[in-house]
């Protein structure tokens, strides 16, 4: 029987669910969460029965649709990775050390936490293998871009990697070419805003999407230091809600008190406010660019753009207007994560990819 394969891609306040026959999508749902739902829940972890019941519906009626009966159909369940230790780019099979590091949010929250949990769950009852697909946590830098100015603080490598090398596989694809043997600069644009300079199928440096670069439609970005440490002692903030207000309170949401790009595109014309704030997060995201067009030593293919803003005309004209000088600017508009998350399962199906084992440090 062809494979059957379910797919999650948990969100902030969305679920994104897929149901493939081997690589032909057969149904697709993303669900949302609102802010009523996700209120009672002190953590991410906190909200795994609640987000298993929606996805439990979804699968029902996804397999209604596909003609399956059951779930036995289903040969493996796959999704998104959440906030581990770092780990080399590929597939992983969920175990028990992911889902306890998870399960504590030992290196941070995030909704790609509930992933492997989701997964787990539903790989026990359909009685088959559970994974997840290039992490955000993969880590291919540079010795040299781990360092920062203090021996206690290190950079690390934190980014929306499953779209990423997905999104940069099908440029090199389109440029006749292997994602190995090309650089290119991948920019993905979405709650967060990372950008990745790719050295011949590698991220050799990235900023991390959750505390630095660009300010986003969620984030704050990178900021002033000493500023920042007087905002802390302030006393006006604890450091849960001054993390809060850093990443997923901060950005567009902080500076106009929305973060819904397209409202704030359309009333750009009329609002000086708002187009500043646009043009502004524009320039900063030329500016990262820009930088990592120094890593590469301008050595680049193309310029990629992707994320769900990557179908903004006003963001992406600008950053194209900045950066065109570089190298060609290609634009894939959204996101190619439930793809990426099949292909990569695929491959462990045919035997042509050894899933990788995940292991607590101690």
């Not at 749902?29 to 979804?58: C, D, F, G, K, V």
């Not at 997060?281 to 990592?292: D, N, R, S, V």
Request: glycine share 8%; with cysteine.
């Amino acid at each position: 029987m062809p494979e059957i394969i379910f797919a999650i891609n948990p969100g902030s306040t969305t679920t994104k669910t897929a149901l493939y026959r081997r690589d032909v999508c057969l149904f697709e749902q993303s669900l949302s969460h609102s802010a009523a739902e996700l209120a009672p829940y002190r953590t991410i972890a906190a909200q795994l029965p609640m987000r298993l019941a929606a996805i439990e519906n979804a699968l029902t009626a996804a397999l209604a649709k596909a003609g399956h009966a059951d779930t036995r159909a289903i040969s493996a369940v796959v999704s998104r990775g959440g906030l581990l230790h770092p780990v080399v780019s590929g597939v992983y099979e969920v175990n028990e050390d992911m889902l306890a590091d998870l399960t504590k949010a030992r290196y941070g929250e995030h909704a790609s936490n509930l992933g492997a949990l989701i997964a787990s769950v539903l790989g026990e009852r359909f009685g088959c293998p559970a994974y997840i697909v290039d992490p955000v946590v993969v880590d291919e830098l540079e010795p040299a871009a781990r360092l920062t100015g203090l021996p206690e603080i290190k950079r690390r490598s934190v980014f929306h990697a499953l779209n990423q090398k997905a999104v940069a596989r099908q440029a090199a694809a389109d440029l006749n070419c292997k994602y190995e043997d090309i650089n290119l600069i991948v920019v993905h644009m979405g709650g967060g805003i990372s950008i990745a300079a790719h050295r011949r199928g590698r991220v050799i440096d990235v900023n991390n999407a959750l505390e630095e670069g660009p300010f986003s439609p969620e984030r704050a970005g990178s900021l002033p230091t000493l500023p920042l440490l007087e905002l802390a002692f302030s006393g006006q903030y604890d450091s849960a809600a001054l993390r809060r207000k850093i990443n997923g309170q901060g950005g567009m949401a902080a500076l106009l008190g929305t973060n819904d790009c397209r409202m704030v595109e359309d009333l750009a014309a009329q609002r000086p406010d708002y187009a500043l704030v646009l043009d502004a997060m524009a320039y900063q995201t030329a500016k990262w660019i820009g930088a990592m067009a120094t890593v590469l030593k301008g050595e680049i293919k193309a310029v990629v753009l992707t994320g769900g803003m990557a179908r903004s005309k006003y963001l992406t004209e600008r950053i194209h207007n900045s950066v065109a000088f570089l190298a060609p600017v290609l634009i894939y508009p959204g996101e190619k994560e439930m793809a990426a998350l099949i292909s990569g399962v695929l491959r462990v199906l045919a035997g042509q990819e050894k899933p990788g084992e995940y292991k607590a440090e101690v």
